[in-house]
């Protein structure tokens, strides 16, 4: 039987606090994609938000000076021919018979007639697959930033940007280079985990999604996390970033975050901020290294507190 994906007003989680002292750092575990159908009933966070000294935005990654890489690979007009395969093979010459097999289905109930995206480069393709797969499965909404939009606007704030920005010293001949990548294994295992999803975890990942609407952070720590690693890995791993000597990139973005997360504690009596609760919730993720570092983390209802 297919999961039911929740709908109608939700509590959503409750929210971490970090402190030293009268300074207190207050953190949303978020999860993507979300319910479409419900309404946040969003009182905690906005208490917090109207108070907020400062607000925080998700971390996240961006390559080069104008353009970010992975934006610019998706937008750019010089870049579109990035999302293709460099010697014009399509998905059938380049994937495994049995997995074409399986993403010719998928595509035919979830895509339709597109001939085009048969020359797509295999990461490319799996990416729209699982974005079309989850949005008829029901989930996709803005619940989170529509909150946090309208009390900034209201207050007349804005966001404080986590994303670390790597500089490239050509990004227009970094999209270059990597239009002219071979598909890599990465990519072909990025359409196989996509596959995997679609085909038997999305229940998993609906699961996940009504588990933060209803606020049940013990479900949400013992749900297996479905990540598509290999479809990161494709772009953050490929061999024009590693020419240009790119590499850890999880963990330069968790010490960037971990920075700003600690000058903010230390200059506002109080400051909000969101994170994906896979980072929350990790033996090594990010409220383990602030314990580490002697900042008091308190959880939320269900979830053990650090030690």
């Known amino acids: 039987m297919d999961t039911i994906v929740v709908s109608g007003t939700q509590p959503g989680p409750g929210l971490w606090k970090v402190s030293k002292g009268d300074h207190v750092l207050w953190i949303l575990g978020t999860v993507s994609p979300l319910p479409g159908g419900i309404e946040w009933k969003s009182d905690e966070v906005r208490a917090v938000l109207e108070q907020a000294d400062q607000i925080l935005a998700s971390p996240g990654v961006s390559f080069g000076a104008d353009i970010g890489f992975f934006r610019g690979l998706m937008l750019a007009p010089s870049a579109m021919k990035a999302m293709k395969n460099p010697g014009g093979e399509t998905l059938q010459e380049l994937l495994p018979a049995e997995t074409y097999a399986r993403w010719a289905a998928l595509k035919q109930r979830y895509i339709g007639k597109d001939r085009g995206i048969e020359k797509k480069r295999p990461f490319i393709a799996a990416e729209e697959l699982y974005g079309k797969a989850v949005k008829r499965s029901g989930l ?47 990519e072909v295992a990025c359409m196989s985990e996509v596959l995997d999803t679609v085909e038997r975890d999305l229940p998993k990942v609906i699961a996940r999604a009504n588990a933060w609407a209803s606020g049940d952070l013990q479900a949400l720590g013992e749900l297996p996390l479905t990540e598509r690693k290999s479809c990161w890995a494709a772009w953050a791993e490929s061999e024009t970033m590693r020419k240009r000597g790119i590499g850890n990139v999880a963990e330069q973005v968790k010490a960037h975050w971990l920075g700003i997360a600690e ?45």
């Open 140 to 186: 996709g909404g803005r619940v989170i930033s529509s909150v946090i939009d309208d009390v900034l606007k209201r207050r007349k704030m804005e966001y404080t940007t986590t994303v670390l920005k790597i500089s490239v010293e050509d990004p227009r001949q970094a999209i270059a280079d990597f239009r002219q990548e071979q598909s890599t294994e990465r």
């Open 263 to 307: 000058k903010a504690l230390a200059e506002n009596h109080s400051t909000f901020a969101m994170l994906p609760i896979s980072r929350l919730l990790a033996a090594d993720g990010y409220l383990a290294d602030l314990a580490a570092k002697g900042y008091a983390v308190e959880a939320p209802y269900g979830v053990p507190e650090f030690d």
